[in-house]
């Protein structure tokens, strides 16, 4: 065997492993005994000290040192093992026991500051967590910029500096049009409630229709959508809020984007580096686009209130063209997970700038909650009444995730590309999709972009797709167009 063939045959096994690992935490999440956890815990962290032993074997490094890759596939395995192993072994052992052991913890300090809105209680495991997230940033940077190491994790091969002028030519604009937004007259809201057997029906049917294949995952409910998993076994949750049915068929929507993207990859990238999305932001990209261009198009909206119909009877909206402004109804909540297109990528850029500052040593922790409320001000025009409504409602500090955030407004810019080319090469998309079939555009979307799983890097396998490099622009125009027909602006 060559070092490359011993090398992939060893990573085989690594990727195994990690997707035991995935599909235990999916478990624990949905199907898990209660009394079980402890049991959990020990079996989880004995997997990953099983893991985190391979991925720094020192026979990697040799195996890497005399490979090589004798086509394009071999090179990006090559590349994806290279900068896997470089980074777990840049990381000190104690470095990488007290991230894990203070994330498990300050989780825990965070649910409870949450539920008190007291800022103060989190500040200094928080302060703690930038300490830590500093001394790994700088372990993996060689010198360079902190935060953009931290980055790599989600993004790699995009900049801080670059994701800054993407959302500086974003901000104004949205700012500008969520004011004309919010000064014009909107639909309200659905005002009933719809029984969680008829929605979950739906929130199935939705999934096939975009896609999802049932032979290869599977649907249950969970506090926080997810999906997980590659491949042949892909598997989401969804969850049902007996008033906003919305909330349960957008987050299966969304999920199933994530999870056909894990489906639609090259069957031969199984158990490879390439066979996983090749990263958060391309990933979201995928779960935007069916859940907001397509899921949420005025022609896609009119198959789904026939559905809605059918299921609920008459749930008080007259017809199509009024239940598209529902759907799409804005609004300037505090929470991100809930916010609409015009506000989503608002809530993004806060907490991008907030983080790098943070990394940066620019803004210390104490000024944190004040800084945080400034801005939301500004950028939303109402102040921030709680904590839980601000500084304190995302989970992902306390996990020490920093970095993460842009990658779901980058998920927005490539889905606005991929959708303005998709229009092109698809005629017929409106007239498919106010059918409920998504199969035009969900297979040119496979065909362009999913199948490459890791094939290609994130910017790279956008620009394949679209024909030109991403830009903020398509999303943008899109988001203009959408609401100013929507609000007669
Ligand atoms: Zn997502």
């Not at 990690?18 to 079996?43: F, I, K, Y």
């Not at 390439?274 to 198959?303: C, D, K, P």
Request: net charge negative; proline share 4%.
């Amino acid at each position: 065997m060559t070092a490359y063939d011993e090398l992939m045959a060893y990573d085989r096994v690594t990727q195994a492993l990690g997707s035991v690992a995935g599909r235990t935490g999916w478990d624990q999440e949905t199907m898990m005994p209660e009394g079980a956890a402890d049991l959990r815990s020990e079996e989880m962290a004995a997997l990953e000290t099983v893991l985190h032993a391979r991925r720094t074997d020192p026979k990697i490094g040799e195996w890497l040192a005399n490979a090589e890759g004798a086509d394009a596939v071999a090179k990006a395995n090559l590349r994806h093992i290279k900068r896997s192993y470089s980074r777990a072994t840049k990381i000190p052992e104690k470095l990488a026991t007290d991230l894990a052991r203070l994330a498990s913890r300050a989780q825990g300090i965070w649910a409870q500051a949450r539920a008190d809105n007291d800022f103060k209680g989190f500040a200094p495991v928080l302060a703690q967590m930038i300490d830590l997230k500093r001394q790994e940033a700088a372990a993996l940077a060689d010198g360079g910029d902190l935060y953009d190491a931290l980055l790599e994790d989600y993004e790699p091969g995009i900049t801080g500096a670059e994701i800054q002028s993407v959302f500086d030519k974003m901000r104004p604009r949205l700012v500008d049009l969520r004011s004309r937004v919010l000064a014009a007259d909107g639909p309200n809201a659905l005002d009933r409630e719809f029984p969680e057997d008829g929605q979950l029906a739906l929130s199935a049917k939705l999934a096939a229709a975009f896609g999802y294949d049932f032979t290869k995952g599977r649907i249950d409910k969970a506090v926080h959508p997810f999906s997980s998993g590659s491949g042949t076994d892909v598997r989401i949750t969804t969850r049902v809020n007996p008033r906003d049915p919305f909330n349960c068929f957008y987050s299966t929507v969304h999920e199933v984007g994530h999870a056909c993207y894990e489906q639609g990859i090259d069957p031969d990238y199984a158990l490879t580096p390439l066979g996983n999305g090749v990263s958060m932001g391309v990933h979201e990209s995928q779960s935007r686009i069916y859940e907001n261009q397509l899921g949420r198009s005025r022609a896609f909206t009119g198959w789904l209130f026939g559905q809605m119909s059918d299921t609920f009877g008459d749930f008080g909206v007259k017809d199509e063209e009024a239940f598209y402004k529902v759907v799409n109804r804005a609004s300037s909540g505090y929470i991100r997970t809930e916010a609409d297109e015009v506000h989503y990528n608002l809530h993004v850029m806060l907490r991008f700038d907030l983080e790098r500052q943070l990394i940066s040593g620019d803004l210390e922790v104490a000024n944190l909650e004040e800084a945080w409320n400034t801005r939301f001000a500004s950028d939303f025009g109402v102040p921030v009444d709680k904590a839980s409504n601000g500084v304190l409602q995302d989970v992902h500090w306390s996990c020490g995730l920093f970095g993460y955030f842009p990658t779901y407004s980058l998920g927005n810019v490539y889905a606005g590309c991929l959708y303005q080319t998709l229009r092109e090469a698809v005629p017929n998309l409106d007239a498919d999709l106010a059918r409920g079939d998504t199969s035009s555009a969900t297979t040119w979307l496979r065909e362009n972009l999913q199948r490459h799983g890791g094939l290609y890097e994130p910017k790279e396998v956008i620009a394949l797709a679209c024909g030109f490099a991403p830009s903020e622009a398509p999303l943008l125009d899109y988001l203009d167009r959408k609401f100013e027909a929507l609000y007669d602006l």
